[in-house]
C-alpha cells in the first residue's frame, strides 16, 4: 500500500510545488504532535467514517456544472472567481470537461497553469475532483410483457470501463412512459452499483501507484470523487427523487405523502409498489455510495426524450395495458382535510421495508465501436458544453 511507503526526509515537500501537501501531486507528509515524522501511516488514528458523505440527491443543471470545481475566495453572495478561459480553451478545446487518456476516464477539466488535469489527480482548483458518468439510451423495446432500457454507461472515451445493460423490467399498472420512466431507473441503479463495485476500485487502484504521504486520510482522500451522472430521467422526477427522503410512504394506499412543519399530512404522490421498489433501491445505492465518501450530482441530458418518442409512436408494440396514459394519476395532490392518514401506516420514504430482495434487471456488458462512441462524446459535450462568458 503507498500509504505505508517509508517517508524520505528528503521528499518533505512535492518537487513541483515545494508544498508538504500538495492535492495536484499526491503528496502529503504530517508532521506529529512532538515534532518527529512518522515513516508510515501505520501509528496514525484512523477515524471510523470519516470519508462518509451525506447521501443528499443533489440537482445539477447543466448551466451550473462549469460552477463546479472553482472557489470565488470570498463570500457566496459575492464575485465568484471565474476559471482561467483563455487557459480551458488553450488547452482542451473550451470543453468544461477532459477526457484523461491516462485512466480512461472523464474527469472536469480543473486544475491551472502547471497543474491542469493532472493524471491521476484531476483535482480542481476546490480541492475537489468530479468524474463524470453518462447513461446513453440506445433504444426502447418491448417484449413478453416486460420493459427493456437498452442503454450504456460511459466514463471516458473509449474507456475500458465503459458498459452496455439492458434493464428489463415487469409492466406495471400505468402508462407507456411511465414503465419506460420505471426501465429508466432500474439503469440508473445498476450505474451506482457499477460505479460501487467498479469504477472506484479502479480509481483506488490508479492512486494508489502515485500517491506519496505518511497519512491515511490524505490516501483516502486522494481516491474519492464526486459523481456527476448525466442521466435519461424527466426533471420532473430528478425533483421528485429530490424530496424522497423527506416524505413518508403507505404501501395500504401505494403513495408517498409529505408533512407540513406542524406534522400535519398535506399532500400525496401516488405510485405504485414497483416505482416505490426502485425507488428505494435507488436512494439505498446513493446511500452506499455516501459511505464510500462519492456524493452525487444529477444533471439531466438534453436528448433525454427522443428514444421515449421513438417507442411511444410505435404504438403497434405496446400491450394494450400500455396504450391507456390515463391510467397515471395526478403527479401529486392535496390531501382534504377529512382524508386522515394513520401513522402508524407510514414509513420512510426511502425504506426498504417489505421489499423483495430480488433484482430486475439483466446487464450485459458490452464496448462501444468507434462511430457509437464518437456520437456519445458529441451527446456529453451537448449536454455540459456552458463555457462561461
Known amino acids: 500500500m503507498s500509504v505505508m511507503k517509508d517517508i524520505d526526509e528528503s521528499r518533505l515537500y512535492c518537487e513541483k510545488h515545494m508544498l508538504m501537501t500538495c492535492k495536484v501531486c499526491l503528496h502529503s507528509v504530517n508532521v506529529a504532535n512532538d515534532g518527529t515524522i512518522p515513516k508510515n501511516a501505520s501509528g ?28 470565488d475566495g470570498l463570500y457566496p453572495d459575492k464575485e465568484r472567481k471565474l476559471p482561467r478561459i483563455d487557459l ?4 482542451n478545446n473550451g470543453h468544461p ?22 493524471h ?64 429508466e431507473l432500474g439503469t440508473l441503479i ?20 502515485h500517491v506519496y504521504t505518511n497519512s491515511a486520510y490524505f490516501a483516502g482522500q486522494a481516491r474519492r470523487f464526486q459523481l456527476i451522472v448525466i442521466t435519461t430521467l424527466s426533471e420532473t422526477l430528478l425533483n421528485f427523487l429530490d424530496k424522497v427522503q423527506t416524505l413518508k410512504y403507505s404501501q395500504k394506499r401505494q403513495a408517498y405523502y409529505e408533512k407540513n412543519r406542524f406534522g400535519v399530512v398535506k399532500r400525496m404522490y401516488p405510485a405504485t409498489e414497483e416505482r416505490r421498489r ?16 462519492i ?34 394519476p395526478p403527479a401529486e395532490k392535496d390531501v382534504e382535510p377529512g382524508e386522515d392518514v394513520d401513522e402508524d401506516e407510514l414509513i420512510e420514504g426511502d425504506s426498504l421495508e417489505g421489499i423483495p430482495d430480488h433484482d430486475q434487471c ?23 458544453s456552458n463555457p462561461a462568458k
Request: with cysteine.
Open 295 to 328: 456524493p452525487v450530482h444529477w444533471c439531466p441530458g438534453s436528448k433525454s426524450m427522443y428514444e421515449k418518442r421513438v417507442f411511444l409512436n410505435e404504438s403497434y408494440v405496446l400491450p394494450p395495458a400500455l396504450n391507456e396514459s390515463q391510467n397515471d
Open 44 to 71: 496514525l488514528p484512523r477515524l471510523h467514517g470519516v470519508y462518509v458523505v451525506r447521501p443528499r440527491f443533489q440537482l445539477a443543471h447543466t448551466h451550473d456544472i462549469d460552477r463546479l470545481g472553482y472557489v
Open 88 to 91: 480551458l480553451k488553450a488547452i
Open 190 to 209: 445498476e450505474l451506482l452499483l457499477h460505479v460501487e463495485k467498479d469504477i472506484f476500485p479502479h480509481r483506488r487502484d490508479l492512486v494508489d501507484e
Open 97 to 118: 470537461y477532459y477526457d484523461c487518456n491516462a485512466c480512461g476516464l472523464t474527469f472536469l477539466a480543473g486544475g491551472g497553469p502547471g497543474s491542469f488535469a493532472a
Open 120 to 183: 491521476p489527480s484531476h483535482v480542481c482548483s476546490d480541492g475537489q475532483r468530479y468524474l463524470i458518468a453518462r447513461l446513453s439510451v440506445s433504444k426502447f423495446t418491448c417484449d413478453s410483457g416486460k420493459t427493456v432500457c437498452h442503454g450504456s454507461f460511459f466514463f471516458g472515451h473509449k474507456s475500458p470501463s465503459n458498459v452496455h445493460y439492458q434493464c428489463i423490467g415487469k409492466i406495471d399498472t400505468r402508462s407507456a412512459e411511465w414503465n419506460l420512466d420505471n426501465s
Open 362 to 384: 439483466q446487464n450485459v456488458e458490452y464496448v462501444p465501436g468507434p462511430e457509437e462512441d464518437a456520437e456519445t462524446q458529441d451527446a456529453v459535450w451537448d449536454s455540459l
Open 278 to 293: 426502485l425507488i428505494s433501491k435507488f436512494i439505498a445505492g446513493l446511500k452506499s455510495l455516501a459511505k464510500l465518501g
